[in-house]
């Protein structure tokens, strides 16, 4: 009786161990990374180019938005639509954030987004996450890193 219970858990050690992997797996082709770097044009366009890894696997132009933006001292709350184009369709990313400090010619933003829409390859795109952006105003340019899970 005892080598049964043995070789039964056993069994269930090694069936654990085997479906780990596989569930890790799934979690890394949902994850989504975009690396993005934009040059603003005005106060409320950018654009430049952006890589993106793992539930999008591709990389091409980039185009920030900003919709809305209001200052409360040394901080600016804003919203703002990224546009990304791939070789393999295009899919956009609501964005919400604060930025500051905006004494600074320099300042970061930190915030979240979410999937607007996508075509191609990213009709059915679909997910969210965080973002990071550093902002130097010495020069235009803003440096993004988005993280989250998304699928199609």
């Known amino acids: 009786m005892n080598r049964r219970i043995i070789l039964c858990v056993l069994f269930g050690a090694v069936a654990t161990a085997a479906t780990v992997p596989l569930a890790a797996s799934a979690d ?6 975009i690396g993005v770097r934009v040059s603003f044009v005005n106060s409320s366009h950018a654009d430049g180019t952006f890589a993106a890894c793992c539930a999008v696997n591709d990389n091409g132009t980039a185009q920030a938005d ?4 209001t200052v409360k001292g040394d901080t600016g ?31 970061i933003a930190r915030g979240g987004w979410r ?16 973002f990071t952006a550093l902002t130097d105003e010495t020069d235009g340019t803003l440096t993004a890193i988005n993280t989250g899970n998304a699928e199609s």
């Open 115 to 130: 999937v607007l829409n996508g075509t191609g390859a990213y009709a059915d795109l679909a997910g969210e996450g965080k």
């Open 66 to 69: 900003v919709t809305a933006f």
């Open 77 to 107: 709350t804003f919203k703002a639509v990224e546009t990304f184009v791939g070789s393999e369709g295009t899919f956009k990313l609501a964005l919400h954030g604060t930025t500051g400090p905006l004494s600074s010619p320099r300042h």
């Open 28 to 33: 890394r082709d949902h994850r989504l990374v």
